[in-house]
């Protein structure tokens, strides 16, 4: 299955670097119904050990393939893309990890700012801000305040974020507004409930995928992925090329999904 229109070398999509790189061009037809792809991005610790490196440097190369993966997702049509990032329970990691994967995206938010902002990149941030440093806190919002009327892409940075907590939050901020008046029992329906998530501005995702083989949710988007597509790939993270990210997007966009309907 292809969505180029000139079949003649190759079905696969490859994608265009250098500076005369564009956008959506008349060559690639970009599938429509794959617009939310969130990942859970797994295998920078195994990727470096494997290598005999220190875990870091795993985490550091992942960092370039969520560079790379950013910047293919207008072309393939997918408007909103959201990338776990740290979780509520790595905080049980080596201090030294932590520490460094803290770094690494305070580093991100300073080295890649100018470049998402040029490429119309919007950004947020989901997942408790509580247990960040200041300095990321800050960093976190100047991004977000400075990409705010960006509209090519949506980019979702999971950070300490877990669904369990997430919805704990969430439940703890409506039986507030329970208790004040503000909100009647009555009233509080699964779209009301959304509006209390950390997501409350997305779509939900239409396609998760995991890298590394492991074949698990691990607390992400609990409550948005409800009627998601999920798609496991033994590629470690470091190793998941802009290119393999298209063939899944592409993939799951010939998949059939009936949200709960019969067959037909
Ligand atoms: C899981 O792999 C990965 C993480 C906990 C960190 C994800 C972070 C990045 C990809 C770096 C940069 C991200 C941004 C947004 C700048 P793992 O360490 O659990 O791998 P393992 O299962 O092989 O040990």
Not at 60 to 88: M, N, Q, W
Not at 147 to 166: M, S
Not at 227 to 253: C, H, I, K, N, Q
Request: charged residues 30%; contains cysteine; glycine residues 6%.
């Amino acid at each position: 299955m292809c969505w180029r229109q000139n079949r003649k070398k190759s079905c696969r999509f490859r994608p265009r670097r250098g500076p005369e790189r564009k956008f959506v061009t008349d060559e690639i037809i970009p599938p429509r119904n794959v617009r939310h792809v969130a990942i859970i991005m797994d295998g920078n610790g195994r990727w470096a050990t494997r290598r005999g490196l220190p875990r870091l440097v795993g985490h550091r190369k992942g960092a370039e393939r969520v560079r790379e993966i950013v910047d293919i997702c207008p072309d393939i049509g997918v408007k909103y893309l959201t990338l776990y990032a740290f979780s509520t329970e790595n905080w049980k990691r080596a201090e030294a990890e932590v520490a460094g994967l803290m770094s690494l995206f305070r580093r991100y938010i300073l080295r890649e700012a100018k470049r998402l902002h040029e490429n119309r990149v919007r950004v947020r941030f989901i997942g408790d801000r509580a247990r960040l440093d200041q300095k990321l806190i800050a960093l976190m919002a100047q991004l977000e305040e400075k990409t705010a009327k960006n509209e090519h892409l949506n980019l979702t940075i999971a950070l300490n974020y877990g669904g369990r907590d997430e919805l704990t939050r969430a439940v703890r901020v409506l039986a507030e507004d329970t208790a004040s008046g503000r909100v009647a029992p009555e009233d509080i329906t699964e779209e009301s409930l959304g509006f209390y998530l950390d997501t409350r501005y997305l779509p939900d995702p239409d396609l998760i995928i995991r890298t590394s083989g492991e074949q698990r949710v691990s607390n992400f988007l609990l409550w948005q992925s409800a009627y998601a597509e999920y798609e496991f790939t033994p590629t470690l993270w470091p190793d998941f090329t802009a290119r393999a990210f298209a063939d899944v997007v592409l993939g799951a966009s010939t998949r059939e999904r009936r949200f709960g309907s019969a067959a037909g």
